[in-house]
C-alpha cells in the first residue's frame, strides 16, 4: 500500500531535550515536506527536500533541522525543543515534476512542556 | 506573498443539506488550486484540483469546485452532505514549482443529524 508513514504518533516532552520525528515513504518520491499545523493557522511549511541530500527552509524554519540520506526518509529533528513548538506535524511527499499530488502522513501530535 | 482566505471557521448543516464552503486567494500567476479533507484524528486526503482548463472540477466523495478567476475564488461544493462528510477542510494554493502548498485556515464542518 502506497502511503507516508510517521513516527511517532504522539509526544510528550520536555523543553531541551532533542527528539526526532521519522518519516518515510513507499512511492519512490523525490519531494518531500514538513508541515506544522496550528489553530487559525492551517498548516505552515517548515523545511522540505526536493531529492537526496537536497533540503531548503520552509516558511518557519526556526528550531528545526531535517536530513535527507536516502530518497525515502526524511526526519524531522528538534535539538532543542521549546514549547512554541507544540503542535501537529505532518510529513507529505510528492513527485518531483510538475504538481502532483502530495500525499500526507497521519500526523505526529507534540506537546513540548 | 500569496495567501488563502477560509473566511468561515466553523459551518454547521443538516444532513442532506447542500454545503458551500468558501476559499479565495491571492496569487500573481495562475493558481494552482486545491482542497483537502482532514478527518478527526486522520491526515490530509485529496479531495480535488485545478490546474488548467474546466473550471468546474470534478473530485472524490461528490465534492466539486469551481474556480472564479474574476472572484479569485475556488468553493468547494457538494449537492447533499452526509454524516461522514463532518470534518476539517483546507484551501490551497501550489506557490513556485516545487509543490509548495500555502494552505487556508480550514473550516471545519459539523453535520447535524
Known amino acids: 500500500e502506497a502511503q507516508v508513514t510517521q513516527n511517532p504518533r504522539y509526544l510528550i516532552t520536555v523543553t531541551g531535550k532533542k527528539l526526532t520525528v521519522t518519516c518515510s515513504q513507499n512511492?519512490?518520491?523525490?519531494?518531500m515536506s514538513w508541515y506544522r499545523q496550528d489553530p487559525g493557522l492551517g498548516l505552515r511549511q517548515i523545511y522540505y527536500s526536493m531529492n537526496v541530500e537536497v533540503t531548503d527552509k520552509g516558511d518557519v524554519p526556526e528550531g528545526y533541522k531535517v536530513s535527507r540520506k536516502e530518497k525515502r526518509n526524511f526526519p524531522l529533528i528538534l535539538e532543542s525543543p521549546s514549547p512554541n513548538q507544540t503542535s501537529l506535524y505532518f510529513c507529505?511527499?510528492?513527485?518531483?515534476?510538475?504538481?502532483?499530488?502530495?500525499?500526507f502522513g497521519p500526523g505526529t501530535r507534540l506537546t513540548v512542556l | 506573498a500569496q495567501s488563502v482566505t477560509q473566511p468561515d471557521i466553523h459551518i454547521t448543516v443538516s444532513e442532506g443539506a447542500s454545503l458551500e464552503l468558501r476559499c479565495n486567494y491571492s496569487?500573481?500567476?495562475?493558481?494552482?488550486l486545491f482542497w483537502y479533507v482532514q478527518s478527526p484524528g486522520q491526515g490530509l486526503q485529496l479531495l480535488l484540483k485545478y490546474f488548467s482548463g474546466d473550471t468546474l472540477v470534478q473530485g472524490i466523495k461528490g465534492f466539486e469546485a469551481e474556480f472564479k478567476r474574476s472572484q479569485s475564488s475556488f468553493n468547494l461544493r457538494k449537492p447533499s452532505v452526509h454524516w461522514s462528510d463532518a470534518a476539517e477542510y483546507f484551501c490551497?494554493?501550489?506557490?513556485?514549482?516545487?509543490?509548495?502548498?500555502?494552505f487556508g485556515a480550514g473550516t471545519r464542518l459539523a453535520v447535524h443529524p
Open positions: 490551497a494554493v501550489g506557490e513556485g514549482g516545487y509543490n509548495k502548498l500555502i
Open positions: 512511492m519512490n518520491h523525490e519531494y
Open positions: 496569487y500573481g500567476a495562475t493558481p494552482y
Open positions: 507529505a511527499s510528492s513527485l518531483q515534476r510538475g504538481y502532483n499530488e502530495q500525499f
